[in-house]
């Protein structure tokens, strides 16, 4: 059976256009009623020859594609590409062994007739109203919902789509999307004041799937797209989390672990994940939360805003693709075409511009290196784009070659970028042992030069930056300690000082003295190094006789013997000669190798 005349299809849509609203009941029904009886179900499209449209794409996005038996399954149909789609007519089908189809409703359109269904087949109809603009771009068209009835695997399809555009023209495409799933046993029973078929919320959206996987809980939300932004979103309730956070287990006396698995949507750039208020209360259990997307996976605890600024609102947290168009030209070419991110947090509507460095978030950013940066995969690091457009070296970058992304520590949001850095210096010549360390850590922001091509590998390391270089290399940050008297509270040392003397890893020299300016001695560097470790829960114990093999160990002062030998131990200190030195001052070239070793070390 053919389509109605193309006259038939312009004088509904020119009545829709122009009446009210509150006439226009009767018209759409007729209309839409007409158009819908007149096409066969899944039958053949025919429509006027002589108009050219273009051709969008369409997908399936599916809520859960492993729904247990009796629980709601939501399919979304998403249109890429849409050009002034002012109304519109879906044909698809499904798999009745395994679904039962129940419902369909579309935010976009304003009218809609009663799903038509026969068998295993639905015809859905969605129109405007009044004489606006119809929808373009990437546009979520419908959501089927259906009921999952019986074990085993099954699929819906998209078989075709009709649209009519606000001037009345209409177009036929074949889609040909279809969205497998698995229909699976249900679990025991979720406990009391759950529904049955439910497994706790999503905003009001399919319930959310709770499953433990890896030692962790694994919560998988169902996806919502919003058509004009292209931005993917997930909401969990209070009620969903607190079930995840009773049936999580803490590891090894460690922080119980949940996973929220965010999944591709196609096109997305932009991901938006609203959690209850309750799961960062103050007074609510700490727990680790990792928020897995596409664009990257990020690591927080659920402790991350205490003693910050927080409102009674839910925290929604925003993971995309960062705008980067109005960075300076010479930066966008050394970022090129890697990816940078975009972090931010909101709570009551209102973005909170989150700090806090007792409550460091871990970020995983999926990457494929380039031959070249595969070849020497230590330069590739990240920076962080200030909101003045300023590039800040984020010495935790690195990537691993073991989960193919890039990995960074950060104890704020913001844009950060990938980057492939090869720093180097003009006087590095006599110190090829050391070549390697200092352009690497140099590329990372650890190390600097005393000029842009000059690194002095030869001269001493003061204690003061012998600190600064402690905290940058392993991320140092908490709570800081008193000041020393003799350290300036604008000097550029001062903060990682007290950071390290409020960790109680630098306790200077006595009567309240750092003495920042004196070179270090490298049993000094290493006491601070041992310290540090320990701070970090990574101790390097010294086991028996470590020191028997160097002819100066009895040189070694009492309270540095542990440390160095941990540190021996532990390989990031060799000696030369059979001799550890340990008065000897430290230079910048020796300071580079090991604190390229401490680098490899603190993150492996």
């Not at 879906?90 to 799903?115: E, G, M, W």
């Not at 023209?169 to 497998?180: C, E, G, K, L, Y």
């Not at 270089?469 to 800081?480: D, E, I, N």
């Amino acid at each position: 059976m053919r389509l109605p005349p193309l006259s038939i299809w312009k004088g509904c849509w020119r009545m829709i256009h122009t009446k009210r609203r509150s006439a226009l009941r009767k018209i759409q029904f007729v209309c839409l009623s007409l158009l819908l009886t007149s096409s066969i179900l899944l039958g053949g499209f025919s429509f006027a020859a002589d108009v050219a449209y273009a051709a969008p794409s369409y997908t399936l996005s599916v809520s859960n594609n492993e729904p247990v038996t009796g629980r709601e399954v939501r399919v979304q149909v998403i249109g890429q590409e849409l050009s002034d789609v002012y109304a519109t007519e879906l044909q698809a089908t499904f798999d009745t062994d395994h679904l039962r189809f129940k419902s369909a409703s579309s935010d976009r359109f304003d009218y809609a007739v009663a799903p038509a269904v026969k068998g295993s087949q639905i015809v859905l109809a969605f129109t405007k109203v009044g004489p606006i603009s119809g929808e373009s771009g990437t546009v979520v068209l419908a959501e089927m919902v259906f009921e999952a009835t019986a074990l085993g695997s099954g699929t819906v399809e998209l078989k075709k789509v009709k649209t009519v555009d606000s001037a009345m023209n209409v177009a036929d495409h074949d889609a040909n999307a279809i969205a497998s799933l698995k229909v699976v046993a249900a679990p025991n029973d979720p406990g009391p004041g759950t529904n049955p078929g439910s497994n706790g919320g999503s905003g009001g959206d399919t319930p959310a799937v709770i499953t433990e996987e890896g030692g962790k809980i694994v919560i998988k939300p169902t996806p919502k797209v919003d058509g004009s932004t292209g931005r993917v979103a997930w909401k969990i309730d209070e009620s969903t989390w607190l079930k995840a956070v009773a049936k999580a287990t803490a590891a090894g006396g460690g922080l119980k672990k949940i996973q929220l698995a965010l999944t591709a949507v196609p096109d997305s750039t932009s991901h938006a994940l609203e959690l209850p208020a309750v799961a960062f209360s103050a007074s609510a259990e700490v727990v680790q939360i990792e928020i897995s997307t596409p664009l990257s996976t990020v690591t927080v605890p659920s402790n991350m805003f205490l003693g910050g600024k927080l409102s009674s609102g839910d925290i929604e947290f925003l993971i995309q693709e960062a705008n980067i168009g109005g960075l300076d030209e010479k930066l966008r070419a050394k970022i090129g075409d890697r990816p940078v991110i975009d972090l931010s947090v909101r709570s009551g509507g209102q973005e909170i511009s989150w700090s806090n460095p007792n409550a460091p978030a871990t970020i995983s950013i999926p990457y494929s290196p380039t031959a070249e940066e595969k070849a020497n995969p230590e330069h590739i690091t990240v920076w962080s784009i200030d909101g003045q457009g300023n590039a800040i070296a984020v010495p935790s970058g690195r990537y691993d070659a073991a989960t193919g992304s890039v990995l960074l520590q950060a104890t704020h949001f913001g844009k950060f970028a990938v980057v492939f850095v090869q720093k180097t210096f003009d006087d590095l010549g006599k110190f090829a042992w050391a070549n390697s360390a200092i352009e690497v850590m140099a590329s990372k922001g650890i190390v600097s030069g005393v000029s842009a091509t000059e690194y002095r590998p030869g001269a001493s390391v003061s204690r003061a930056d012998f600190a600064l270089l402690l905290v940058r290399t392993m991320g140092l940050q908490g709570a800081k300690g008193e000041a020393f008297s003799d350290v300036s509270d604008n000097a550029y040392y001062a903060e990682a000082v007290a950071v390290l003397r409020g960790m109680g890893i630098a306790t200077g020299t006595g009567d309240n003295l750092f003495r920042p300016n004196d070179a270090i001695s490298r049993q000094d560097m290493m006491v601070l190094i041992a310290k540090a470790l320990s701070y970090v829960k990574k101790a390097v114990p010294a086991p028996a006789e470590p020191l028997s093999g160097f002819t100066d160990a009895g040189s070694i002062a009492g309270y540095a013997k542990d440390s160095v030998a941990g540190l021996i131990h532990a390989g990031l200190v060799t000696g030369a000669n059979q001799s550890i030195n340990p008065n000897a001052w430290t230079t910048r070239a020796e300071t580079a190798v090991l604190m390229h070793r401490l680098y490899n070390y603190f993150y492996k």
